[in-house]
């Protein structure tokens, strides 16, 4: 390698580099070395705290520090291992269990609390929250606003999410969700006509479904898109031209993806819904395109 190359401004750029990684790698390992006690074997036995074991701490690699401490806290909760209402672990605990400074547990506290994962009070500890739809929803609601183009979007993606995610509520229903769903359908069916009380229950309807699948991102993503889904259904509801015929079929169009639900039959919930989908887009797509 040419003399020049191996001064130049790039290879020294690299050269600093490498040498913070290896002084990280250092220091991880004399932290983790302080650890280790005298035991009957050559090598000991390491004295791990308990709460490096419960957040993953042990196991975190000296680079990209922050994202590995958000990944492995998320991971904990995900797991379990730390529940809604829990008290977070205080920033110098999480900076001492990670081998990170206070400023990176600082930050990633503050990114697990933008992303809905904990709640922040002043002069209080920090808690772990439900896991919660809101920041998605959000982003929803900026990518839709108000747009016709937005609520197209919108409609299209909730055609693309629910079917299989009713497909996989029929396999995975349970009696107690059965129950429940069937509690909805009931106000539903007692709601026709009464557009704020339907448009709840329609949309509890279909946030129970999501729930019934069993899997949480399709979970989370239906709950999202409600705040939207919500104001058109809102508009859609509230013509003057919507008579006792259409509220009717639209409360059997439920009902058919309940029965299929409760059959067990995954092939006709999907169908289900995607004929509900297809009968009520048409409709709100209508309206807003204005034709």
Not at 154 to 179: N, V
């Amino acid at each position: 390698m040419p003399d020049q190359l191996c001064h130049s401004p790039l290879m020294g750029r690299r050269d600093r580099q490498w040498r913070t990684l290896i002084k990280q790698r250092r220091r991880t390992t004399r932290r983790r070395r302080h650890h280790v006690k005298k035991g009957s074997g050559l090598n000991g036995t390491l004295d791990i705290d308990p709460l490096d074991v419960l957040l993953g701490a042990e196991d975190v690699a000296p680079v990209r520090l922050g994202e590995a401490v958000i990944e492995k806290l998320t991971q904990a909760i995900l797991d379990g291992r730390l529940k809604p209402g829990d008290a977070l672990p205080s920033e110098g605990r999480i900076a001492a269990s990670f081998g990170v400074s206070k400023q990176v547990a600082r930050e990633a506290i503050r990114e697990l609390a933008a992303m809905g994962v904990v709640h922040i009070q002043q002069g209080k500890v920090t808690r772990i929250r439900d896991l919660d739809a809101e920041p998605l929803g959000r982003f929803f609601r900026f990518a839709v606003r108000g747009s016709a183009t937005g609520i197209n979007e919108a409609i299209e993606l909730r055609r693309i999410l629910e079917p299989p995610t009713t497909r996989l509520a029929a396999k995975a229903r349970s009696e107690a969700e059965l129950a429940n769903l069937a509690a909805i359908l009931a106000r539903m069916e007692e709601s026709l006509g009464d557009v704020p009380s339907w448009i709840e229950a329609d949309l509890d309807f279909h946030e129970a479904v999501g729930t019934m699948s069993g899997n949480r991102l399709l979970k989370f993503q239906i709950r999202a898109l409600r705040p939207i889904i919500s104001e058109i259904m809102e508009i859609f509801n509230s013509r003057g031209n919507r008579g006792p015929a259409e509220w009717r079929e639209t409360y059997e169009r439920h009902v058919r993806i309940f029965n299929a639900i409760k059959a067990g039959d995954a092939n006709a919930a999907f169908d289900a819904m995607s004929q509900h989908f297809e009968a009520a887009d048409a409709a709100v797509k209508e309206l807003f395109s204005g034709e």
